[in-house]
């Protein structure tokens, strides 16, 4: 093969994951529904980076840039959260959002029948960690939301511990050793 012509003009761009740790995020969406298989109720968050971010518009350009026919917002640019605990009771994860809404807009949240149209173009804080994904068989570290913060507290948060998939009750933790949850002697490999 001959070399293409203006082969050493095409810049080589690889995928750029969202940076670990804090940033400035602006809410697109927020919308209720329910869980597919427990038809339990939840809010789904759909944010992109804020201008003022070290990485601005980083979900929006990804949107742009799905091929797919059928695309969809960024995995990664998307936090479902249920709206109660096992218990019945508001979960961590909506009073942790709705307090970071709050605290990042000086406002509080409306709740009733325009609940979800409040948040729209509203911004919020959040912070980013690595999590252990499987699809297809494969393994791979993705950086996503962990949580939502108070966009004040975005400078200077800390970055996360990486979570890991649970393998047969072992949780692997970041300084390479399992957690072993009692009542699994078996899966001890040099037994009792």
Not at 12 to 33: A, F
Not at 45 to 65: I, S
Not at 84 to 102: A, Q, R
């Amino acid at each position: 093969m001959n070399r293409p012509n203006g082969y050493e003009d095409v810049q080589v761009g690889g995928y750029i994951p969202p940076q670990v740790g804090g940033h400035k995020m602006v809410i697109k969406q927020v919308n209720e529904t329910k869980t597919k298989n427990t038809n339990r109720d939840m809010i789904v968050v759909l944010f992109d980076f804020a201008p003022d971010d070290v990485q601005p518009g980083y979900f929006t350009e990804a949107f742009k840039n799905d091929i797919r026919p059928d695309k969809k917002w960024p995995h990664a640019g998307t936090k479902y959260i249920l709206t109660e605990d096992s218990e019945g009771k508001c979960s961590k994860s909506l009073k942790s959002f709705i307090t970071s809404f709050e605290s990042s807009n000086n406002c509080e949240a409306v709740w009733g029948e325009t609940f979800a149209g409040q948040f729209k173009n509203k911004k919020i804080g959040g912070v980013f960690g690595e999590v252990e994904n499987e699809y297809n068989g494969k393994t791979s570290m993705r950086h996503e939301l962990r949580w939502f913060c108070e966009l004040g507290k975005v400078d200077g948060a800390t970055v996360p511990d990486p979570v890991y998939l649970n393998r047969g009750g072992a949780v692997t933790k970041n300084d390479g050793f399992m957690s072993i949850p009692d009542g699994i002697d078996e899966a001890i490999p040099w037994g009792n």
